[in-house]
């Protein structure tokens, strides 16, 4: 072999020659979202993952994702036939398994339950409604999405549309763990825009909040919640999980972790013992289910499937999601003021996006704007937290009705 | 399907969907209710006590805030050190100033409830 014919060998085995302008348009989207990430806070906890599992995933001839591949042979000693691994495939194929399998969101839920308090839920149960109102953001978003059908060139299945609404219920895991179900060639740009969205909360809701309410109605001061009972804390878990899962079975898995990581929460304070699960639980479990689930997430966007008009039509929903959802959780809120005689703030209705906390931050925020003195925060994590369970329910409802 | 069955049928979920929610959820409500009734049975007593609490707390907070009586505070504090330091350390107190609080607000506000839940 001539030297020439070498350097031309090993040219062809670099990805340089074998690159598609649609990878490198996704290698920059990543570095996009890298800044994003780094630069500007957008959720980096997940963002950075999922923008190098992008990154990842469109290097041309690393085969991260690529399948393993099963040769038919036969056994030489009982004569049958099986199948022989030939090549064991892409690290993040594997990885993705945890997705497909749906392990990894309600591994995360595990962890969000050990760090939520549902004490502000449990002290004023009227507002688990506004976490229930603000999820017409998903319905109506699925029923925008069906309508899109009638533009030609757009066409979304029931499926795909369920899992573009899911995007309103502003909550990541849930999010993933019903597009993996329904939909998972639409995961990555879903992921993109629910985790985008829930970083851009702090501007996408107030401007609504505002337009809805009246300053009198934002400068309501609540009462102070009342204590709640030890035995209260420790029954709330294990009768949400029960309710839900006997309602609707198909949110089980995503509710019943997450009530299980609360109920090691309220359970450490009696038995030290379970302090080390729920210090696991919220910590480096959910860390390593993170890594492992913002990276395969992100391993989904291939530039072919990516780089379609879908996406764009996703991103455009997503934040018709969040704002739907936004505005009735506020209306619903306008509701409760009129019913209770001026004694609910609406603006703790948009915390029902179940962006925890971020959406009772903005709560707060806003109500403080109207009047120094007001503290929202804690009427608002109920909401907040009616928001998860809500959305996790409506999840459930998708999963069981659009799986055709 | 066509787009029209497909409308009809994305309608159907809808309803029926947030009907779940919401009955789910308002469920749940009632049945914290019903839970706040029978963890909180017997514990009248205990109710008045958190109610005499509140009622102190709010006054003393009040009292405090404007021109309180120096000496006693300045007494209070230098006493509250000598407990922390232990008696044999030979601290002398020079002056006492208020510190201007510069934690966010909410933080504020988790603080309160922290100490309110404890109560």
Redesign the interface.
């Known amino acids: 072999m001539s030297l020439l014919e070498a350097i031309k060998e090993f040219y062809f085995s670099m990805g340089f020659s074998a690159m598609t302008w649609q990878e490198g348009v996704m290698i920059l989207t990543s570095f996009v979202l890298i800044y994003l990430a780094l630069k500007k806070g957008f959720e980096p906890l997940l963002l950075l993952p999922i923008a190098f599992g992008m990154l990842l995933a469109n290097l041309p001839l690393a085969g991260l994702n690529a399948e393993p591949i099963y040769q038919v042979a036969i056994d030489p000693v009982t004569g049958e036939h099986i199948h022989e691994m030939v090549n064991t495939g892409g690290l993040l194929y594997w990885l993705y398994k945890g997705v497909k399998l749906g392990i990894y969101p309600p591994l995360i839920f595990l962890g969000v339950g050990a760090m939520t308090d549902f004490?502000p839920?449990?002290a004023n149960?009227?507002s688990?409604?506004l976490?229930?109102a603000a999820?017409?953001g998903?319905?109506?978003t699925?029923?925008g999405a069906?309508?899109l059908?009638?533009i030609p060139g757009i066409s979304f299945?029931?499926r795909e549309?369920?899992s573009i609404g899911i995007i309103g219920g502003a909550d990541g895991p849930t999010a993933i763990f019903l597009a993996s179900k329904l939909a998972p060639h639409l995961l990555g740009p879903i992921a993109v825009a629910a985790y985008s969205y829930m970083a851009l909360v702090p501007m996408i809701q107030p401007p609504i909040m505002k337009a809805l309410t009246t300053k009198a109605e934002r400068e309501i001061i609540m009462e102070?919640?009342r204590?709640?009972?030890k035995?209260?804390r420790i029954?709330?878990p294990i009768?949400?999980t029960v309710?839900?899962s006997l309602?609707?079975p198909a949110a089980a898995s995503l509710v019943g972790m997450l009530m299980l990581g609360n109920l090691l929460r309220e359970a450490s304070t009696m038995q030290n013992t379970l302090l080390r699960l729920m210090k696991t639980a919220e910590g480096e479990l959910m860390n390593i289910v993170v890594i492992f689930l913002g990276v395969t997430v992100g391993a989904t966007a291939k530039g072919e499937l990516f780089l379609s008009p879908k996406t764009l039509a996703i991103i455009a929903l997503g934040l018709i999601a969040f704002s739907i959802g936004t505005a009735t959780g506020v209306l619903f809120g306008k509701i409760m003021c009129k019913l209770s005689g001026g004694k609910v703030n609406p603006l703790i209705g948009s915390a029902g996006v179940s962006a925890v906390p971020m959406a009772a931050?903005v709560s707060?925020k806003v109500g403080?704007e109207a009047n120094p003195s007001n503290?929202l925060?804690?009427h608002a994590m109920g909401p907040n937290v009616?928001g998860v369970?809500?959305s996790a329910?409506?999840a459930g409802?998708?999963l069981s009705?659009?799986n055709l | 399907m066509s787009e029209m069955q497909q409308l009809t049928y994305g309608l159907i979920v809808t309803l029926v969907g947030m009907g779940i929610v919401f009955i789910v959820l308002i469920g749940l409500a009632y049945m914290l209710d019903a839970l706040k009734l029978l963890s909180n049975r017997g514990t009248a007593e205990k109710k008045t006590e958190i109610v005499k609490v509140e009622k102190v707390a709010e006054p003393a907070e009040a009292i405090s805030t404007p021109a309180e009586d120096e000496g006693e505070l300045m007494a209070v504090i230098s006493a509250a050190l000598a407990a922390f330091m232990g008696s044999s350390s030979n601290l002398v107190v020079r002056s006492i100033n208020r510190v201007e609080g510069n934690a966010p607000v909410w933080a504020k506000v988790g603080r309160q409830e922290q100490m309110f839940n404890r109560l």
Do not use: D
Request: with cysteine; charged share 5%; net charge positive.
């Open positions: 004490g839920l449990i149960p009227k688990i409604l976490g229930a999820q017409f998903i319905f109506t699925f029923l069906l309508a059908n009638f299945t029931i549309a369920a102070q919640l204590p709640v009972s035995t209260e029954i709330f009768m949400v309710v839900v309602v609707l931050r707060q403080q503290f925060l804690m009616a369970i809500g329910v409506a409802v998708l009705m659009c």
